[in-house]
C-alpha cells in the first residue's frame, strides 16, 4: 500500500518528507524528555547529542575521555547530571562536594555495586553471586556477609602495622632478586633496545605472583600465564559490558579463563598454603562462606590484579619522567644514595657493595621521589569513584540524587581542574607537591579530597600504603644500578596517556618507550648490589 492511500487529502509532503518530520520530530521530544528534571533541585542535566543513548554510547566509544572533557567544558558545575536509560549518572567535579559523597556513606555506597562488577569480569556463576549480596552493608551487630568480612580483613591487615612491614619486605627482597637476575644477564652491555612498560610489567607481574602466591604460583609454573594476564586486564572493559564476553572480549575472556583454571588447580593441590597469608586468609574466609573451590580461583584473579596493574603502570611512568630528564635523576639519584647505609658482611663477592636500605627512608627523607611518585599518580589517574544512591537524598543540602542512580567522583576532571593545580596543570611537574619556599617535602595547600589516585573516605584503597612502599623500593633499586638513554633519539620523549579506554587503573602511555638499559656510567653497583631492606 502507498503512502498517498492512506495519507489525508489536505496532507502536502511527500512520504520522505514526511519521515523527516517525523524523525525530526522524536528527536526533539526525546531531547526534551532528557533535559527534564526530576526534581527542581536535581544538579544541571547534560542532555546527550543523541537522546537517551547519547553519554553511553560515547563512554563506550571514547572512554573516560568523555567524561572529562564533559566537566572541562562546564567547569562552572561542581555536580551535574547525565541521563541515562533508565536512571542517572551524577557526575561530581568539586574536592568539597567529592568530600560530602565521601561522608554520606550509609546512602551513597558502594559495596552494592561490587557484585555486578565482579560478576560480568569475573564470570563467577549465580550461586556465588547469592553469597555475595548476602549483608553487603550491615549495620553493627548486623549479620555480616562475605563482602563485609573480606573488606574488613584487607582493610586491617594492609593498613599500619607488623603484617603491612612484613609483606612489604618481602615485595622488596623479592623485586630485588628479580632485577639482580636481570642485571647478571645483561651483565651491563646494552644489545638491543627495551620496550619499557613491557620490561616493568615481567619484573612486577613475576615478583607480585611470587611475594603474594609463593613460589609455586601459577605463573611461576607456566610463564605463558604472564601474557593471559595482562590480555585480561586489557580487555576489562568489554568484559564489564558483558555482550557475549566469548566473542566481543575474546583475548580477554580465554586469558580469564586460563588464568582461573590455573588458579583452581594451585588451590586444589593446597599450593596457596605456601603463600602469603593475607592469600591463606581470603580463602579461608571465602570456604566460611559457602565459596566453591572455582568461585574463589576467579575471586582470587581480582587480588592478583589489585597487586599488579597499577604498581606497573605506575612505576612505568615514574621511571620515564625520572630517566627523560637528567637533572631530576641526579637529584632523585642523589636523595636514594644518601639514605643508604653500608654495612658490612660476608658475601660471596667482596667486591659487590652491601647496604641497608630503609623503605621508610624513601618516604620520609626523600622528597623529589616521592613529588614525582604523586605527580604521576596525579597526571596518570582519571579514575571514578563510584556509588550507588540507595534512597532519595540531598547532597550537602543542596543537590537531590534519585535513588538507584550512581555517583561518579570524577578523578580526571578535578586532576585537570587549573584552578586547583594551577595553569600549568597538563604539565609534568613534581614541584607542586614542595615546598618551594625552603625545599622541604610539603604538599601545596589544595583540598585533601583533590587527590583521586587512591579514590577517597570509606572506599579508599586499602593497599595504598603497601603500593607507596612497593613503587618506591622498585624505581630506587632501578635507579641505583641502571642508565637508561633513548633507543632512537637524544632524549627520551614522555609519551600521552591513552585516556580513550575505561579508567579502571592508573592509564598506559598511547606508544611504546623505547630505551637502552645499562650499568650506571659511573661504575656504581658496576659489580651488582646487595640491599637489605628493612622498614
Known amino acids: 500500500m502507498a503512502f498517498n492511500d492512506f495519507a ?37 542535566i547534560i542532555a546527550p547529542a543523541i537522546p537517551l543513548f547519547g553519554h553511553i554510547l560515547s563512554m563506550a566509544l571514547l572512554g573516560g575521555r568523555y567524561i572529562k572533557n564533559l566537566g572541562l567544558r562546564h567547569r562552572n558545575l561542581p555536580i551535574f547530571t547525565l541521563p541515562v536509560p533508565g536512571s542517572r549518572i551524577y557526575i561530581v567535579a568539586d574536592p568539597s562536594l567529592a568530600a560530602a559523597v565521601q561522608r554520606a556513606s550509609k546512602v551513597l555506597s558502594f559495596t552494592p555495586i561490587i557484585p555486578e562488577v565482579t560478576e560480568r569480569v569475573l564470570g563467577l556463576d549465580k550461586a556465588t553471586m547469592e553469597i555475595t549480596r548476602k549483608n553487603l552493608d550491615p549495620a553493627p551487630g548486623e549479620e555480616r556477609g562475605f563482602l563485609a568480612d573480606i573488606q574488613e580483613m584487607v582493610y586491617a591487615w594492609l593498613g599500619p602495622g607488623d603484617y603491612l612491614t612484613d609483606i612489604s619486605l618481602d615485595a622488596a627482597r623479592d623485586m630485588r ?27 612486577v607481574t613475576v615478583s607480585t605472583a611470587k611475594y603474594l602466591y609463593g613460589p609455586q604460583n601459577p605463573i611461576a609454573l607456566n610463564p605463558e600465564l604472564e601474557g593471559a594476564f595482562w590480555d585480561f586486564d586489557h580487555g576489562l572493559g568489554s568484559l564489564l559490558m558483558n555482550i557475549f564476553p566469548s566473542i566481543t572480549a575474546s583475548r580477554a575472556y580465554a586469558g580469564r579463563e586460563k588464568l582461573s583454571a590455573a588458579l583452581q588447580e594451585y588451590l586444589e593441590k593446597g599450593r596457596h598454603r605456601t603463600g602469603s597469608k593475607i592469600i591463606q586468609k581470603r580463602v579461608d574466609i571465602a570456604l ?24 606497573t603502570t605506575s612505576t612505568f611512568w615514574i621511571l620515564t619522567q625520572v630517566y627523560a630528564d637528567p637533572e631530576l635523576l641526579a637529584t632523585v639519584r642523589k636523595e636514594i644514595e644518601s639514605v643508604l647505609e653500608a654495612q658490612s658482611r660476608p658475601h660471596e663477592k667482596p667486591e659487590t657493595p652491601s647496604f641497608r636500605l630503609r ?17 604521576c599518580l596525579r597526571l596518570g589517574s582519571d579514575t ?13 543540602n543542596q543537590y537531590f540524587l534519585k535513588k538507584n542512580a550512581v555517583v561518579q567522583i570524577a578523578g580526571g576532571v578535578i ?17 607542586r607537591f614542595l615546598d618551594k619556599r625552603d625545599g622541604g617535602a610539603k604538599p601545596n595547600a589544595i583540598h585533601p579530597a583533590a587527590f583521586r589516585a587512591f579514590g577517597g573516605g570509606k572506599t579508599l ?14 624505581v630506587a633499586l632501578v635507579v641505583l644500578q641502571f642508565d ?19 579508567p579502571v587503573h592508573v592509564l598506559e602511555p598511547m606508544r611504546p618507550v623505547e630505551v637502552m638499559i645499562s650499568k650506571r656510567a659511573d661504575g656504581f653497583a658496576r659489580d651488582g648490589l646487595d640491599v637489605d631492606f628493612v622498614m
Open 8 to 44: 489525508p487529502e489536505w496532507w502536502p509532503f511527500s512520504a520522505g518528507t514526511t519521515a523527516i518530520v517525523g524523525i525530526v520530530a522524536l528527536y526533539f521530544i526525546s531531547y526534551q524528555l532528557s533535559s527534564r528534571k526530576i526534581d527542581p533541585r536535581e544538579p544541571t
Open 177 to 203: 632478586d628479580e632485577i639482580a637476575i636481570y642485571a647478571a644477564s645483561s651483565n651491563g652491555i646494552c644489545r638491543e633496545p627495551t620496550e619499557l612498560l613491557g620490561w616493568v610489567r615481567h619484573l
Open 288 to 311: 566460611e562462606h559457602g565459596w566453591t573451590v572455582p568461585a574463589i580461583a576467579r575471586e582470587e584473579l581480582s587480588f592478583l590484579f589489585a597487586g599488579i596493574v597499577n604498581a
Open 359 to 375: 623503605i621508610g627512608d624513601l618516604k620520609d627523607n626523600c622528597p623529589t621521589l616521592v613529588a614525582v611518585y604523586r605527580e
Open 384 to 396: 571514578y569513584s563510584t556509588r550507588l544512591v540507595k534512597e532519595d537524598t540531598l547532597l550537602a
Open 415 to 431: 586532576h585537570a581542574d587549573k584552578s586547583i593545580w594551577g595553569d600549568d596543570v597538563a604539565t609534568f611537574n613534581p614541584q
Open 461 to 474: 584503597c586499602p593497599g595504598r600504603h603497601f603500593a607507596m612502599n612497593e613503587i618506591l623500593a622498585f
Open 484 to 502: 637508561m638513554e633513548p633507543a632512537r633519539g637524544d632524549k627520551i620523549e614522555v609519551p600521552k596517556k591513552n585516556d580513550g579506554v575505561l
